[in-house]
């Protein structure tokens, strides 16, 4: 379940479960889940998103890289950042793997997001 913290930003506040369902949204649109079936699926979308974004955090706080990052060094600093990472493309590097699925499943996945056909 999602830990529904606010966040406060300079267009107002937004509870943990709204950022996420914003974030799903942004797969979906122009899609809207309208059966139960289809609301049940985002839903599911979302809380799988949470549980591995939360997941990938711990994992990263775990390693000596930071989450994203793929090699490090000091010298002449290098840094190469996993393909994908951190970026507000719409691509299947920036959705987990679960709510992809669920989402394409049940038609609501917009066709835009790279390797939607």
Request: aromatic share 12%; hydrophobic share 35%.
């Amino acid at each position: 379940m999602i830990d529904n913290h606010t966040y406060n930003g300079p267009l107002g506040n937004a509870t943990t479960m709204e950022v996420y369902k914003e974030k799903i949204y942004a797969f979906i649109f122009p899609n809207v889940p309208r059966t139960d079936e289809e609301k049940e699926a985002f839903e599911q979308a979302v809380n799988m998103q949470y549980t591995h974004d939360a997941s990938a955090a711990m994992q990263s706080a775990a390693s000596a890289l930071p989450e994203g990052v793929t090699s490090y060094s000091a010298g002449d600093f290098h840094l190469t950042w996993e393909k994908g990472f951190n970026t507000s493309a719409l691509t299947r590097a920036t959705i987990c793997p679960g709510a992809y699925g669920l989402l394409l499943r049940h038609g609501l996945l917009y066709r835009g997001v790279e390797g939607r056909r």
